[in-house]
């Protein structure tokens, strides 16, 4: 009887470190995912933002959630060429008024594009956590491929030694 695909290939990664690394840096792609799908959109902010200052217009609307309220307000801004724009940003607190001045992060090819300073400075634990993810990842596929070559050799090295010792 013949063994499935998936089985035979978990014997194979079983007898091959590389083929076992190589597994275990699929999972930890498939865990890393979402947190680079949650940084992409906020890295171009890092990367082709330019910052700015804007003021608060209006008073702050309540936005009902889940677990408790936000408040939404709304800002406007100018750019390097002197252009209006409005953005708006959720905080938990209603504690910016009309009037008062936040530092804002706009993108300069899609100047409409903005976000308050403060989110835009929460995504670098997130790039952080992503590139640490991805060399521990590199670092354990590699380091349990050589551990399992040298057992291999090791178990091979015990194979030849006689099993009786000289008296």
Do not use: W
Request: glycine share 6%; proline share 5%.
């Amino acid at each position: 009887m013949r063994k499935a695909t998936f089985v035979h290939f978990l014997s194979l990664a079983n007898r091959n470190p590389r083929i076992g690394a190589a597994c275990l840096g699929f999972v930890a792609c498939l865990i890393g995912s979402p947190l680079v799908i949650l940084a992409i959109s906020d890295v171009r902010f890092v990367l082709d933002g330019e910052e700015a200052n804007a003021r608060i217009v209006g008073p702050a609307a309540v936005v009902p959630m889940k677990f408790g309220k936000r408040y939404r307000f709304r800002f406007e801004y100018t750019d390097v060429n002197r252009q209006q724009h409005f953005g708006e940003e959720i905080r938990r607190a209603a504690d910016i008024h009309p009037g008062d001045s936040i530092a804002i992060r706009y993108l300069s090819s899609d100047p409409s594009q903005s976000r308050a300073e403060s989110e835009v400075r929460n995504i670098r634990p997130r790039v952080l956590a992503m590139i640490v993810l991805l060399i521990f990842v590199a670092t354990v596929g590699t380091g349990i491929a050589g551990v399992r070559d040298v057992l291999m050799k090791v178990r091979a090295n015990m194979a030849e030694v006689p099993s009786r010792m000289p008296d």
